[in-house]
């Protein structure tokens, strides 16, 4: 059937390395995305006249890194005690907000090309970590619904059984 080579984890630096389904996954492809635009945006505001910027996509690139280790090693589901979608989305609100008023000031205030590429590769960052959030967004509402209907017919039936209408 299947080569038991192919089943075992590989040894070395191959161990580190993301699976492919985690890297064809939505949320892979979205954190390698958030990745490499702030690293491009990290390097284009080190060579403009906008390096007072460049702290911001920096932390973003270190936090993307983090995250797409985390997801990609399954610590999110060995590490219960944090929630892990709910700082995810901070992490993309935040970053997509950022990003977006960096960018703003980059474009209209520094006229050297190397701040205008990095502005509008922020814009470009900005839509990724807003898909990013819109999507983590919705998966909470819909498992916080879910929370929400299980929950009901219990409150529902206790609350029948405490009245007194007879």
Request: proline residues 4%; glycine residues 6%; contains cysteine.
């Amino acid at each position: 059937m299947g080569d038991p080579e192919e089943a075992a984890p590989q040894p070395g630096l191959g161990s580190l390395l993301p699976s492919k389904e985690f890297l064809a996954s939505r949320k892979g492809q979205l954190l390698l995305g958030e990745l490499v635009l702030s690293l491009i945006t990290f390097i284009c505001y080190v060579a403009s006249s906008a390096v007072a910027f460049m702290t911001v996509p920096l932390l973003e690139f270190l936090l993307a890194v983090f995250y797409f280790y985390a997801y990609s090693s399954k610590l999110n589901e060995k590490f219960k005690g944090i929630h892990w979608p709910v700082s995810d989305f901070i992490r993309c609100v935040t970053a997509a907000i950022i990003y977006f008023s960096i960018s703003i000031a980059a474009v209209a205030k520094y006229y050297d090309g190397a701040s205008k590429a990095a502005g509008v590769i922020g814009f470009i960052a900005t839509i990724v970590y807003a898909v990013d959030f819109y999507i983590i967004f919705n998966d909470l509402t819909t498992f916080i619904k879910q929370g929400d209907a299980a929950d009901a017919p219990e409150a529902q039936k206790s609350e029948d059984e405490d009245s007194d209408s007879d």
